[in-house]
Nanobody
Framework: QVQVVESGGGLVQAGGSLRLSCAAS????????MGWYRQAPGKQRELVAT???????NHADSVKGRFTISRDGAKSAVYLQMNSLKPEDTAVYCC??????????????WGQGTQVTVSS
């Protein structure tokens, strides 16, 4: 089994910053990619940012220039630095990990999510 755990959410004023952390643990042979997604009330889940094992990143247009995803491969961890936060960034942020087992089979695992609330 693989566990994915996020931390770092909270309440912040508009213009402020938060740093989210996510760590994967358990029966991991390798991690292909990790990412952050978010879901606001009444809206569909949307991609925020992803990063591959090779370090290639992808950020949603809505967060480019404000959010930065990074990783620590040795710790199977990924981070999301969020600056210049806006009220519309309010959502539950979930971490995902694409994990390979020893047989080379890939599965995606999700964390429980962490609430980010940005007040105006």
């Amino acid at each position: 089994q693989v566990q994915v755990v996020e931390s770092g959410g909270g309440l912040v004023q508009a213009g402020g910053s938060l740093r989210l952390s996510c760590a994967a643990s358990g029966s991991i042979f390798s991690i292909n990619a990790m990412g952050w997604y978010r879901q606001a009330p009444g809206k569909q889940r949307e991609l925020v940012a992803t990063i591959t094992s090779g370090g290639n990143t992808n950020h949603a247009d809505s967060v480019k220039g404000r959010f930065t995803i990074s990783r620590d491969g040795a710790k199977s961890a990924v981070y999301l630095q969020m600056n210049s936060l806006k009220p519309e960034d309010t959502a539950v942020y979930c971490c995902s990990a694409v994990v390979a087992d020893v047989a080379g089979r890939y599965s995606i695992y999700w964390g429980q999510g962490t609430q980010v609330t940005v007040s105006s």
